[in-house]
């Protein structure tokens, strides 16, 4: 019998990719807001994440042995529900005994003393990084058994993620366009991460996991290659630029070290040029 994985923010980027590649599992999603594409033998429960009796129905409903909980994660949205959503997982699944796999992020560092590895001291520099960080610490507090995996920006290859389609639109105008020099970052592609997550969810092993690419990039790196691989030419406009122009208050590195990832997991890190092979062989 297939172990049953409930994976919560099932509509978003990560989650939808999650639950196509979850052929070992007999898998479940979550939504909210965000309408869900079909996907072949798999489940969808509408489900607020912040309200206890909810989470209560669905993990009656659901029983699952695995949560992959990838919801609440969007930096323009709720920040108050990234807390409250962790705390009422990570407390029910303690109760459950339910294997619960938490995400989280580079963010909670402040990128002044990377690499990072997992037992670097979380000091965030804004609030989606503090929300962040609160929400690792009530999962850890609420439930000791849970993984939390902290990882990068994530891209995809064989379609063109939010932030790339921005970029692809920006060289379709004249109107500047600013690609960070000085902020680095170890970008993953979504395909590799989600198999990471699919086997760490077989596994028994819990507290903190930086599963990231394992190159370092610039955020001018990452969007020139990006643009190259979906044959989109760079136009004038699109310019390397610097935190410090910008006015912007950013976390300058944020390599992330998976070390211990690599150890621990059979499904190797990709760098970019690596996926990019894979993808276009």
Same mark, same amino acid.
């Not at 529900?81 to 959503?85: K, L, R």
């Not at 037992?119 to 979380?122: E, G, I, L, T, W």
């Given at each position: 019998m297939k172990p049953r994985l409930l994976v919560t923010g099932g509509a978003g980027f990560l989650g939808k990719h999650l639950l196509q590649r979850a052929l070992e599992f007999t898998a479940t999603g979550t939504l909210h807001r965000t309408a869900a594409m079909a996907i072949p033998s798999v489940m969808f429960h509408v489900c607020d994440l912040q309200q206890p009796q909810d989470v209560r129905i669905l993990l009656d409903r659901v029983k699952p042995d695995i949560i992959i909980h990838t919801a609440c994660s969007d930096q323009s949205g709720d920040l108050a +529900?990234? @807390? !409250? +959503?962790a705390g009422l997982l990570a407390q029910q699944s303690a109760e459950r005994h339910i294997h619960l796999i938490h995400l989280s992020t580079d963010q909670v560092f402040d990128g002044t003393a990377a690499p990072y590895a997992e037992? !670097? +001291? *979380?000091c965030p520099i804004h609030p989606y990084g503090e929300a962040k960080t609160q929400a690792e610490a009530l999962v850890r507090s609420l439930n000791p058994d849970a993984a939390i995996v902290r990882t990068s920006l994530l891209y995809d290859l064989h379609s063109p993620d939010r932030q790339t389609i921005r970029l692809i639109e920006a060289t379709a105008s004249i109107a500047p366009c600013a690609l960070f020099i000085d902020e680095w970052r170890s970008p993953i592609w979504v395909e590799n991460f989600a198999d990471c997550l699919l086997e760490l969810a077989t596994k028994d092993l819990s507290g903190l996991l930086h599963i990231a690419g394992p190159q370092a990039l610039n955020r001018w790196e990452l969007g020139m290659e990006l643009l190259e691989h979906f044959g989109t030419p760079a136009t004038p406009n699109i310019q390397p630029g610097t935190i410090q122009e910008s006015g912007l208050i950013r976390p300058p590195n944020l390599t992330l070290d998976s070390s211990c990832a690599q150890h621990l /997991?059979? @499904? *190797? /890190? /990709? !760098?970019l040029r690596t996926a990019r092979e894979q993808v276009t062989r």
């Open positions: +529900a990234i @807390t !409250s +959503a037992a !670097s +001291a *979380p /997991l059979h @499904t *190797p /890190l /990709l !760098s």
